[in-house]
C-alpha cells in the first residue's frame, strides 16, 4: 500500500472511531435522560389511580424537557439522594460540553493520535458514566414501585413487551425470581 493510501486508511479509521464513539455517548445520555423523565414523573407526579392516559401525558411532557429542567425539578421536589444528584449534574456538563463545544475544543484532534485517544477515554467514561446512573435510577425505580404495591410480574410483563417492542427478543424473557 502506498503512503498516501495508507495516510487517509488511517485518517479514514480515526474519524470512524471518533464518529461510533460520539454517536455511543449520545445514545447513553439520551437513554439516561428518558430514565431522568420517567423517574420524575413516577417519583413526583405520578399516583396511584393516575390512569394510562394521563400518565402517558405526563411522560411525554417530561421527554420533552431539557435534562437540566429535570434535574432541577427532581432536586427541588426531594426524591433524590444528593451523591445521585451530583452524579448527575456531573454528566449533563459533559454532555453539555459534547453538545456544545467538544466539536471546537477539539479540532485537528484527528491528526493526533494521543489527542484523540484521551478524547475518546473521555467519550468512553461519559457513556459509560450515563449507563451506570441510568441503571441506578432504574433499580431506584423498581424499588420505589414495588413498595407502592405494584405486583413485581406486572413490571417483567412491560419489560417484556418493551424488549419485544424494541428487538431485542422474540420470545418472552425469564425473569430471575
Known sequence: ?????????DWSERVAALMRSVGFSL?????LETTVA??????????????????NSLQ???EGRTLGALLKELAKSGV????????????????NWLVHRARRE?????A????????????ESLANHSLVMQK??????????????????????????????????TEPIAHPR
Do not use: F, P
Not at 500500500?1 to 486508511?9: G, Q, Y
Not at 477539539?106 to 484527528?110: A, K, L, T
Not at 406486572?154 to 424494541?166: G, Q, S, T
Open 106 to 110: 477539539n479540532r485537528g484532534v484527528i
Open 27 to 31: 445514545w447513553q445520555l439520551q437513554e
Open 112 to 123: 493526533s493520535a494521543e489527542l484523540l485517544s484521551e478524547l475518546l477515554k473521555r467519550l
Open 38 to 55: 420517567t423517574y420524575l414523573v413516577v417519583r413526583v407526579h405520578a399516583h396511584r389511580g393516575i390512569g394510562t392516559t394521563k400518565g
Open 136 to 169: 441506578s435510577l432504574a433499580a431506584d425505580l423498581e424499588r420505589y414501585v414495588l413498595d407502592s404495591g405494584v405486583d413485581r410480574a406486572v413490571i417483567e410483563a412491560e419489560a417484556d413487551r418493551l424488549a419485544r417492542l424494541w428487538g431485542w427478543v
Open 80 to 95: 433524590i439522594e444528593e451523591r445521585v444528584s451530583v452524579d448527575l449534574h456531573e454528566i449533563l456538563e459533559e454532555r
Open 60 to 62: 411525554k411532557e417530561a
Open 1 to 9: 500500500m502506498n503512503a498516501d493510501l495508507a495516510t487517509r486508511v
